[in-house]
């Protein structure tokens, strides 16, 4: 089966601007997860998804950061505006509703200069 | 959640048996000890997961301690290809499939 798919792969902006990143789950996966990897650092939960429901949102830095999941398939995060800090790995992964495993995607560097 | 400690980096020889060491002193009866490994370049992939008792599977074996506060990963026979990081983690059970991870163990293969 094809994997998680994420784009871009690579992506650098300027502080105050905006990005959005785009994530495409193996199908038929109706959990869906947005992770932060900053460098050195294993990866954080940032947001996750049940079909195109909400479930945790704990760690999602909401005055910056937003994320959509319609028609609980394909999704994007948004960063706006992008601080220097924001510069990091994010990672998406998603899972079948009754399984425990998570599948990765290659994840999308952003730098932030 | 519960924590984890790891070594930050081991270092193995090709073709070795790699133990790599989890503790996890607060562990809890409804945590299941998950194993996520992450290759350079790449999202972490799972490796192996249990509760009690010790598990194997073709990538490698868990060998959890009796009073569970302390497992370790198994890999029987090292390649260039394990050269990854590492990742320990508790996943409650009560609180669905959330997982928290830790900065790992850099396992380092040498040829």
């Known amino acids: 089966e094809a994997g998680v798919a994420q784009s871009p792969r690579y992506k650098i902006i300027e502080k105050r601007q905006s990005v959005a990143f785009w994530c495409n789950p193996i199908s038929g996966h109706a959990t869906l997860y947005w992770y932060q990897q900053i460098l050195g650092q294993g990866p954080k939960l940032l947001i996750q998804f049940q079909n195109n429901g909400v479930v945790d949102d704990s760690q999602l830095p909401k005055d910056r950061f937003s994320a959509e999941r319609l028609k609980g398939v394909d999704s994007t995060l948004k960063i706006q505006p992008a601080k220097l800090e924001d510069s990091a790995v994010y990672l998406c992964a998603s899972g079948r509703e009754d399984s425990y495993e998570q599948y990765f995607g290659p994840g999308t560097r952003l730098t932030v200069t | 959640d519960a924590k984890t400690t790891q070594p930050n980096s081991m270092e193995s020889n090709e073709e070795e048996p790699v133990h790599l060491p989890c503790n996890h002193s607060?562990?809890?009866?409804?945590?299941?000890i998950h194993w996520y490994r992450q290759l350079p370049s790449q999202g972490p992939e799972y490796v192996i997961h249990g509760l009690t008792s010790n598990v194997n599977n073709r990538m490698a074996s868990l060998a959890i301690a009796e009073d569970r506060k302390s497992s370790t990963l198994i890999l029987h026979r090292a390649t260039l290809r394990d050269a990854a990081v590492y990742y320990c983690i508790l996943r409650d059970m009560e609180y669905g499939n959330k997982l928290v991870f830790g900065a790992g163990t850099i396992l380092r293969v040498k040829s």
């Open positions: 607060t562990i809890s009866g409804t945590d299941y």
